[in-house]
């Protein structure tokens, strides 16, 4: 299973599925949808597809996607030449129905794997054409259905000799840039797949990922080098099983989004969230509890002072799963702070010698750096602290 294919189809599900012929007498149809009603005269998508559903021949073998009435229909007709069909040839699509908003790119694979099937079956025994084995594809239709929208995939058993494998491939982006400070966070559980489907390094360093290792000491703790690890979570993170969160620090100052209102609203959500930052060994704590220390965050606030003014609360509540839950959901977001020196002022005989300049030391480290001196919550290096102690310093809020 898929966990990325799941989640994309759980938020963008196939909305039917269907299967059409042109019949000698009775011209082109819908011999079989699942589930049934979808496309109809009724909704008017009937009329608006038909005609690209079971296309003239300049549009066979080909894959058609077709937008009307807020529908987004994908199919791949084939036509067969034979002598046994009652007009010497045989037209079919097996197909499916989005709305309208979602991509089409994700089924296209699967459609046009499932016409090559299905062309293999029909020549081999007719399986499509034949009336006797044609009674087989309204349930084929239902697995797929359900299966695809349930876990992104499905397995399918044609007949004895024939198992059709489908799979919907989500969109994907660049894996993200994975470095030393990051925290990787499991998003699945691993005794969820199979021991054999994972590299040897990733066998290594997946015991040390548990939300508050950073990467450079999960590669330290598992004894792997550090560039390997940080290839491996950056695999994993663009498969989705893990995602990058900030280190955790007393110093830190975080904010709310709009997405911790979505809190309210779901009682699952609200389940999940509890059972998370529950301190282990002390009483349960509330939704009020854990909405009290979200919105006690706030610029300047930092976790320390946090848990100063709420004492109550946090005796129920833990602060560093209370800040994992909120990153891992984006209910709330880190504000980073860097130190900016005020270069010196270069007087001269002109007229504006006056006027100064303010700017960032080009050997202003990042946070994050192996080497220097800590300041608040960055590494510098060594000469820039020199440089601090003789200019004013800055804060520059993100």
């Given at each position: 299973?898929?966990?990325?294919?799941q989640?994309y189809?759980?938020?963008?599900?196939?909305?039917c599925?269907?299967?059409s012929?042109?019949?000698?007498?009775?011209?082109?149809?819908?011999?079989?949808?699942y589930?049934?009603?979808?496309?109809?005269?009724?909704?008017g998508?009937?009329?608006?597809?038909?005609?690209?559903?079971?296309?003239?021949?300049?549009?066979?073998?080909k894959l058609?996607?077709?937008?009307?009435?807020?529908?987004k229909?994908?199919?791949?007709?084939?036509?067969?030449?034979?002598?046994?069909?009652?007009?010497?040839?045989?037209?079919?699509?097996?197909?499916?129905?989005?709305?309208?908003?979602?991509?089409?790119?994700?089924?296209?694979?699967?459609?046009?794997?499932?016409?090559?099937?299905?062309?293999?079956?029909?020549?081999?025994?007719?399986?499509?054409?034949?009336?006797?084995?044609?009674?087989?594809?309204?349930?084929?239709?239902?697995?797929?259905?359900?299966?695809?929208?349930?876990?992104?995939s499905?397995?399918?058993?044609?007949?004895?000799s024939?198992t059709?494998?489908?799979?919907?491939?989500p969109?994907?982006s660049?894996?993200p840039?994975?470095?030393?400070?990051?925290?990787?966070?499991?998003?699945v559980?691993?005794?969820?797949?199979?021991?054999?489907?994972?590299?040897?390094?990733?066998?290594q360093?997946?015991?040390?990922?548990?939300?508050?290792?950073h990467?450079?000491?999960?590669?330290?703790?598992?004894?792997?080098?550090p560039?390997l690890?940080?290839?491996?979570?950056?695999?994993?993170?663009?498969?989705?099983?893990?995602?990058?969160i900030?280190?955790?620090?007393?110093?830190?100052?975080?904010?709310?989004?709009?997405?911790?209102?979505?809190?309210?609203?779901?009682?699952?959500?609200?389940?999940?969230?509890?059972?998370?930052?529950?301190?282990?060994?002390?009483?349960?704590?509330?939704?009020?509890?854990?909405?009290?220390?979200?919105?006690?965050l706030?610029?300047?606030?930092?976790?320390?002072?946090?848990?100063?003014?709420?004492q109550?609360?946090?005796?129920?509540?833990?602060?560093?799963?209370?800040?994992?839950?909120?990153?891992?959901?984006?209910?709330i977001?880190?504000?980073?702070?860097?130190?900016?020196?005020l270069?010196?002022?270069?007087?001269?005989?002109?007229?504006?010698?006056?006027?100064?300049?303010?700017g960032?030391?080009?050997?202003m480290?990042?946070?994050?750096?192996?080497?220097?001196?800590?300041?608040?919550?960055?590494?510098?290096?060594?000469?820039?602290?020199?440089?601090?102690?003789?200019?004013k310093?800055?804060?520059?809020?993100?």
């Amino acid at each position: 299973m898929d966990p990325a294919a799941q989640l994309y189809v759980k938020k963008h599900p196939i909305e039917c599925m269907f299967f059409s012929e042109f019949h000698h007498k009775q011209g082109p149809r819908i011999t079989y949808q699942y589930p049934d009603g979808c496309i109809t005269k009724e909704s008017g998508l009937l009329e608006a597809v038909i005609n690209y559903i079971i296309p003239k021949p300049d549009l066979q073998q080909k894959l058609i996607t077709v937008n009307a009435v807020g529908k987004k229909v994908i199919g791949c007709p084939v036509c067969l030449n034979n002598s046994k069909y009652p007009r010497n040839q045989y037209v079919f699509n097996f197909g499916l129905v989005l709305d309208n908003e979602n991509k089409s790119s994700p089924c296209i694979p699967l459609i046009k794997k499932l016409s090559t099937y299905m062309v293999e079956v029909e020549k081999e025994d007719s399986f499509v054409s034949s009336e006797a084995t044609k009674s087989r594809i309204p349930d084929m239709l239902k697995q797929m259905f359900d299966q695809l929208n349930k876990k992104g995939s499905c397995t399918i058993s044609v007949n004895e000799s024939t198992t059709i494998y489908l799979k919907i491939f989500p969109p994907t982006s660049l894996p993200p840039a994975v470095y030393d400070h990051h925290v990787p966070i499991l998003c699945v559980d691993p005794e969820d797949y199979d021991a054999n489907d994972w590299d040897l390094t990733t066998l290594q360093v997946l015991p040390f990922i548990d939300g508050f290792r950073h990467v450079q000491k999960i590669a330290s703790t598992a004894d792997v080098d550090p560039e390997l690890t940080r290839i491996c979570v950056q695999n994993l993170a663009f498969y989705n099983l893990v995602k990058l969160i900030s280190v955790f620090q007393y110093t830190n100052v975080y904010i709310t989004t709009s997405k911790v209102n979505l809190i309210m609203d779901d009682l699952e959500f609200q389940k999940e969230c509890l059972n998370y930052v529950a301190r282990t060994g002390h009483q349960r704590p509330s939704l009020r509890d854990v909405m009290t220390l979200y919105c006690g965050l706030a610029p300047g606030v930092k976790v320390q002072d946090l848990c100063l003014r709420h004492q109550d609360e946090i005796s129920r509540v833990n602060e560093q799963k209370l800040i994992q839950f909120g990153l891992i959901h984006e209910m709330i977001r880190k504000i980073n702070m860097y130190p900016v020196t005020l270069k010196p002022v270069h007087h001269s005989s002109s007229k504006n010698s006056g006027s100064q300049s303010m700017g960032r030391d080009p050997n202003m480290g990042r946070a994050g750096s192996k080497s220097g001196s800590r300041y608040g919550d960055s590494i510098l290096p060594k000469r820039t602290i020199t440089a601090l102690s003789k200019h004013k310093r800055i804060y520059l809020m993100q």
